[in-house]
């Protein structure tokens, strides 16, 4: 069964096609509340019609110019072509080469890489010995009370010792731990100043730009992240938009606009706050200063446990020494 359109004469094969066409406030068909038509009475008509051994043209449209079944719904509006709810930029992150390398790559192509094709957790012995090196690595504990645990001769430490452990002390550990893929390296730099400070002032950064690589490569948001600026909008229609990621905003697109084509733009985001580096051993402060990758999509990128965020530098607060302690 077909139904056409009271106004235009489109014809459509299902009553919620045609309300969807009333209901596209672009559409010249588009109908208030006031002038709303039972779309059944134009049903049975169009039945009618079909059935009729003469039909005859209807609103000036014949209705057997167009075939009796359709696949899809078509609602689009008069004159109009068809038009999504999403614009995306054209010709934004391209590909040019497959040659690039990811994390696993890099975790493939160093000189230890070899070890790993018999033993994937290698420098360590195995699973169970790594996951005691990650727990050992992340704890709060010093290598002191490291070294004591590690030298325990207790029922636990004997149930550990039994999984014959390569190593024994901190070090050793610290040894091994080395041995594995490193990220962004840390640097020190000392900042001079005109005046007398209590401590040297050291800032220790993370060049941004590896940090960023580093989040951009992480296998864990290989299917996060987006890459091509895009306007959003509520229908079809195009006259309410929608804001949501950052490559959804203006400022993404005009970013995009300004370099080459087949570029990719990264947004990044750098948040602070006063922090306690030290409690018992000098009660020192700085403000760490993080830094985030805005194609991570929202969703991962807020979860804590996601680590979207990497710290990248410690900004110094120095104490200055004045002869008057007002001041």
Known sequence: MSISCPKCGKVFSKESSITRHLSQPRSSCHSSIRDMVDISQFAESALQLRQSPNPIPHHGINLDAYPSHFDVDFFETEGEEYMSAEERYEGAGTCYSPDGLMFLD???????????????????????????ADFLLHSPLSMAA???????????????RRLKLLFSTTQELRSRAEMLPKGPSWKCQIIPSLHHTKNPIQLFWRDPVECLEALFSNPLFHDKLDFVPRRVYTTAARL????????????????????????????????????????????????????????????????????????????????????????
Do not use: C
Request: hydrophobic fraction near 45%; avoid cysteine; proline fraction near 5%.
């Open 106 to 132: 890099l975790f493939d192509a160093d000189e230890y890489a070899e070890y790993r094709k018999d033993n994937l957790f290698y420098p360590f012995a195995s699973k169970e010995e790594w996951e005691i």
């Open 240 to 327: 309410t938009r929608v804001y949501s990621e950052w490559l959804t905003g203006d400022s993404a697109w005009e970013f995009q606009s300004q370099v080459p084509r087949g570029a990719t733009i990264l947004g990044t985001i750098l948040s602070s706050d006063k922090t306690n580096i030290t409690t018992m051993t000098g009660a020192r402060v700085a403000h760490p200063l993080l830094l985030g990758l805005a194609n991570i999509r929202m969703q991962t990128r807020m979860k804590l446990s996601s680590r979207a965020f990497l710290l990248t530098a410690l900004l110094p607060i120095p104490q200055y020494l004045h002869p008057n302690q007002w001041m």
């Open 146 to 160: 490291i070294n004591e645990f590690l030298a325990l001769p207790m029922s636990l430490i004997l149930l550990i």
